[in-house]
């Protein structure tokens, strides 16, 4: 399965904090969205006739998509099932987390976070141990 990243699952630096490993990715895009600043400085989309979001088509395995959307904090990031443009004007199924959000500040091409590199990757790592510590007690 796929997920429509945008955002910082997008970024490999990132993805090996979070998952441990870089995910394959292909170049997608995203027609009728757009990529907006949300509260707290992450991206989010919202439904945007006429505009398209860019990003990757990140390959996920169960284990993947489950720290996805505790790192997207999924309910607050809704995982919606879409249907992304392939570079080769495919079309491939996926799923992208989408916050909902009053925001229209348009993301610049190539933002992942308004926040600096390092605070998001720690950031990253942080939850990581929150998130493998929890794992470890519950099972």
């Known amino acids: 399965m796929e997920i429509f990243a945008y955002g910082t699952l997008r970024d490999a630096e990132y993805q090996q904090a979070l998952f441990d490993r870089v995910l394959p990715a292909r170049p997608a895009k995203l027609p009728g969205w757009l990529a907006v600043v949300a509260d707290g400085g992450f991206l989010t989309l919202v439904r945007a006739p006429g505009e398209t979001v860019t990003g990757d088509l990140v390959t996920v395995d169960d284990d993947a998509l489950a720290l996805a959307d505790a790192w997207e904090e999924v ?3 809704e995982r919606l099932g879409i249907q992304a443009r392939t570079a080769d004007g495919g079309s491939a199924p996926a799923y992208v987390y989408v916050r909902p959000s009053a ?15 390092d605070e998001v990757l720690t950031r990253i790592r942080a939850f990581r141990r929150d998130y493998d510590r929890t794992s470890s007690e519950s099972a």
């Open 75 to 77: 309910p607050l990031y």
């Open 103 to 117: 925001s229209r500040e348009r993301a610049p091409a190539g933002m992942l976070a308004r926040h600096a590199r």
